[in-house]
């Protein structure tokens, strides 16, 4: 069983940010946040991991509360191409990616 | 070539065929993984190898056999499937499976295209 939880769906705007959230209430202390996508049957991609510092790559952000317990990844300008399901794993579980979120970007 | 391969990317097969499926990866990695994504469902871990050596196996009928004969290369060899097999079959690799965690080390996973496997 997956051990984040995710919204199912999301719409995000051609040029804006779209910010995804997680939760991950069950992570230990040294257990990273890692984040994937997947375009329309194609093999998931991968995007940022973090431990609790927030991280930033040329992909997105992520943001990682104090208590680790949850995190949000940013598109900070998203585009048609990143329409995609996203998904977000930790811990021991990190194997077992869940439902995710479909994120669509609209024109 | 770079990154994983899986080969093929499109298979038909009957019931009582038997086929492989196949996944390279030329990234240096240690762990290889199977996952089975069935039409709008999840991805499915079925087995991951650490070092050649299986360490998960997540209850997959034997109908399904992982083979790993290097840190390279990773098979999967069908036999006698259910038309509900049909699905898309991802392979992954990694630096090392860290699976309890314990080590608190990253693992990132790469995927390859998959296989789009159409059982008959």
């Known amino acids: 069983d997956a051990k984040t939880t995710q919204p199912p769906s999301m719409d995000c705007a051609e040029g804006r940010a779209a910010n995804l959230p997680c939760n991950h209430s069950t992570i230990s202390g040294n257990e990273y946040v890692y984040w994937y996508r997947q375009i329309h049957s194609q093999g998931p991609q991968y995007i940022i991991h973090?431990?609790?510092n927030n991280e930033t790559n040329e992909m997105a952000s992520l943001i990682i509360t104090e208590d680790r317990k949850s995190s949000t990844l940013i598109l900070p300008h998203a585009t048609l191409r990143d329409t995609a399901v996203y998904y977000c794993t930790s811990g021991t579980y990190k194997y077992i990616f869940g439902t995710g979120t479909r994120l669509k970007v609209l024109a | 070539e770079t990154g994983v391969t899986q080969t093929p990317r499109h298979l038909v097969m009957g019931m009582t065929n038997k086929k492989s499926l196949k996944c390279e990866q030329h990234l240096g990695h240690n762990a290889m993984y199977w996952y089975k994504q069935s039409a709008k469902k999840p991805l499915e871990l079925m087995f991951v190898y650490n070092f050649k050596e299986q360490t998960e196996n997540n209850s997959v009928p034997s109908r399904f056999s992982p083979e790993c004969p290097n840190s390279s290369h990773l098979f999967l060899h069908l036999h006698t499937l259910q038309p509900e097999d049909s699905a898309l079959y991802l392979c992954a690799s990694s630096q090392e499976a860290i699976i309890q965690g314990l080590a608190g080390g990253t693992d990132t996973q790469y995927f390859g295209p998959g296989t789009r496997l159409t059982v008959l």
């Open positions: 973090g431990l609790k």
